[in-house]
């Protein structure tokens, strides 16, 4: 079955840049109806959404991090990324990365575990 | 964006009985999702398209609502039903989510 896993860094300095990866397992990140995203959780608080990119290479941001946010991704080993700049105490939160599924409607269908992301220096 | 207040933010219900959850759109949808979120664990997809279950759901839990007001039901609550309950509009980027409800013994 399909199985993401998030992988990186548990803590990042006030100002500096958050690299988190996800591999995929199960399938292959090329499916045309597959995109695949970024969310996160900031801890005790709701979700937010914050961005996806097609096997093409196609990307699209939540506005409000669209400044600080890259997410790429790497079809050779089935795997994607997420680049955020900058980032403040209010970007430590439950990293979540997904598929999301579009089949006349976008669903974030397949999660994975999350990873624990603590801003401090 | 389109904002989504879910209501209320905490139900207290006992097991076997009935839950009414409620999401609000800021604009008008054709429909939405649901996702349920246990403690410590990733969310999980509920139901789709409104009221369309995804697969390995039970039947227990049921979508319904149109333009800016929709329900999520739990018929008859189980142990493991006891989580948190987000609803998630498509209509418009970005995906938005509500804040969330949870439901509590």
């Known amino acids: 079955q399909v199985q993401l896993r998030e992988s990186g860094p548990g803590l990042v300095k006030p100002s500096e840049t958050l690299s988190l990866t996800c591999f995929v397992s199960g399938d292959s990140v090329r499916g045309d109806s597959y995109y695949w995203s970024w969310i996160r959780q900031p801890p005790g608080k709701g979700l937010e959404w914050i961005g996806y990119?097609?096997?093409?290479?196609?990307?699209h941001y939540n506005p409000a991090l669209r400044s600080r946010v890259t997410i790429s991704i790497d079809t050779s080993s089935n795997q994607f990324s997420l680049r955020l700049t900058s980032v403040t105490a209010a970007d430590a939160a439950l990293y979540y990365c997904a598929r999301l599924n579009y089949d006349s409607a976008w669903l974030l269908d397949i999660w994975g575990l999350g990873t624990l992301v603590t801003v401090s220096s | 964006e389109i904002v989504m207040t879910q209501s209320p933010t905490t139900l207290s219900v006992s097991p076997g009985e009935r839950a009414t959850l409620s999401c609000r759109a800021s604009?008008?949808?054709?429909?939405l999702a649901w996702y349920q979120q246990r403690p410590g664990r990733a969310p999980r997809l509920l139901v789709h398209?409104?009221?369309t279950r995804a697969p390995g759901i039970p039947a227990r839990f049921s979508g319904s609502g149109s333009g800016t007001e929709f329900t999520l039901s739990i018929s008859s609550l189980q142990s493991e039903d006891f989580a948190v309950y987000y609803c998630q509009q498509y209509g418009a980027w970005p995906l938005t989510f509500g804040g969330g409800t949870k439901v509590e013994i």
């Open positions: 398209h409104t009221s």
């Open positions: 990119v097609y096997y093409s290479g196609t990307t």
């Open positions: 604009e008008s949808l054709s429909s």
